[in-house]
C-alpha cells in the first residue's frame, strides 16, 4: 500500500490507499475551528498543531484500514504548494517513517494530488480530460492529457474562488471556512435578488476581486437589522456570480480545446450549486475535493519514487 501525507495548509491528513487505487483508509483531521477566531489559517499555528497531529492521525489512517507499517510499500508526501512551515511538518514526518522502513519516497505537488482525487476506484476517470481545480489558494482550467502531463490554459488573476468565498463569508459575518456557510446559507436564498457582476477578463482566466468589492458595498449599504434580513439573499446571490463565472469558463474552454469529458476537484468542487450547474461534469467524491491524503497518495501511482537514501535532502517549496 501506498501511506499518503498532506500537511499543506490546515489539514492533517494521512491515508492509505493499494496500488490498484482502492482506498482504504481516510483520515482527516481539520484544524478550522483553531483558525476561525482569526477569521483565516495563521501559518505558525498550523505548523504547531500539524506537529501534535501527524503521528495520532498517520496511526488512525492504519487502524482504519486494520494494516501496520509492515504493509506500507511507499510514503508518498504533498512537497509544495502551501504554508512552509505546515508542508515540513508532513515532510519530515514521510521521511522519518520511509527513513526508518528503508522505504522509497514520493514527493507530490498538491495540484496534481487534487486532479488525482478523481483516480480512486470504483469509478476512476482516465485522462483526456478537462479540469476545473477551484480551491481556497487556487483556480485553474488545466488540460489534463494523461496520469502525468497537464497544461495550464487559465487562471486566476487576482483572488481564488474559494478565496472569493471565504472573503464574502466573513463579510457576511459567517464563519470561516466560508464557502460551506455560503453554500448552506444560499438554499435559503433569492440568487436573483442582486446583481453582482463578475469581471470578464480575456483568454480563459477569471478575477473575483470585483465581486468581493461588489458584496461590501451592498452589505455597507444595510444597517444591522437589514442585514440580518437580506444574508441569505446576499448568499445566493454572490454564490450564483462565482458559479457562473467558473462554469461559464469550463463550458468556454471545452469548446476551445474540443475536450468532450470535463471534470471539477478541488474545495469549491464541493459546491452544490456548481456541481448541480454542470450536470455533465465528474466532479471528485465530496470527501476528496477539499485537502486529503487519499489524493496525495493517488497521485503518487503514477510518479517516480526516490529510493533511500535520496530523499533525505528534499526540501518543501511554498509556490513554484
Ligand atoms: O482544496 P481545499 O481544501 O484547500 C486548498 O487547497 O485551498 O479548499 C478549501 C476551499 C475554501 O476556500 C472553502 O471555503 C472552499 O474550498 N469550500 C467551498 C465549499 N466547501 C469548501 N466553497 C464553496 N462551497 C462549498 N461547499
Ligand atoms: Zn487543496
Given at each position: 500500500m501506498i501511506l499518503g501525507i498532506e500537511t499543506s495548509c490546515d489539514e492533517t491528513a494521512a491515508a492509505l490507499v493499494t496500488e490498484n487505487g482502492e482506498l482504504r483508509a481516510n483520515v482527516v483531521s481539520s484544524q478550522a475551528e483553531l483558525h476561525a477566531r482569526y477569521g483565516g489559517v495563521v501559518p505558525e499555528v498550523a505548523s504547531r498543531r500539524h506537529l501534535e497531529l501527524i503521528d495520532l492521525v498517520i496511526r488512525e489512517a492504519l487502524e482504519e484500514a486494520e494494516a501496520?507499517?509492515?504493509?506500507?510499500d511507499r510514503v508518498a508526501v504533498t512537497q509544495g504548494p502551501g504554508l512552509i512551515g505546515a508542508l515540513l511538518v508532513g515532510l519530515a514526518a514521510a521521511k522519518a517513517i520511509a527513513w526508518s522502513r528503508r522505504l522509497p519516497l514520493v514527493p507530490v505537488d498538491h495540484l496534481d494530488g487534487h486532479v488525482a482525487?478523481?483516480?480512486?476506484?470504483p469509478d476512476p476517470l482516465e485522462p483526456p480530460f478537462l479540469c476545473l481545480l477551484a480551491s481556497g489558494g487556487h483556480t485553474m482550467l488545466l488540460d489534463v492529457r494523461s496520469h502525468t502531463e497537464r497544461e495550464l490554459l487559465g487562471t486566476t488573476l487576482d483572488d481564488a474562488a474559494g478565496e472569493a468565498f471565504d472573503k464574502g463569508a466573513r463579510l457576511l459575518g459567517l464563519g470561516y471556512p466560508g464557502g460551506r456557510e455560503i453554500d448552506r446559507l444560499a438554499r435559503d436564498g433569492d440568487p436573483r435578488a442582486y446583481a453582482f457582476p463578475v469581471a470578464r477578463v480575456p483568454g480563459l482566466d477569471f478575477s473575483f476581486s470585483g465581486l468581493k468589492t461588489a458584496l461590501l458595498y451592498a452589505v455597507r449599504e444595510l444597517g444591522p437589522a437589514e442585514l440580518a434580513a437580506r444574508r441569505a439573499d446576499l448568499a445566493a446571490s454572490y454564490q450564483r456570480a462565482i458559479v457562473r463565472a467558473l462554469a461559464e469558463r469550463l463550458q468556454e474552454a471545452a469548446e476551445r480545446t474540443g475536450r468532450d469529458r470535463i471534470a471539477i476537484v478541488g474545495g469549491v468542487a464541493a459546491n452544490s450549486e456548481l456541481r448541480a450547474s454542470l450536470p455533465e461534469a465528474v466532479a471528485a467524491p465530496l470527501p476528496l475535493c477539499t485537502d486529503n491524503a487519499a489524493m496525495i497518495a493517488s497521485a503518487a501511482r503514477w510518479r517516480e519514487s526516490l529510493p533511500y537514501?535520496?530523499?533525505?535532502a528534499l526540501d518543501a517549496y511554498a509556490s513554484r
Open positions: 501496520t507499517l509492515d504493509a506500507v482525487s478523481l483516480w480512486l476506484e537514501p535520496r530523499y533525505l
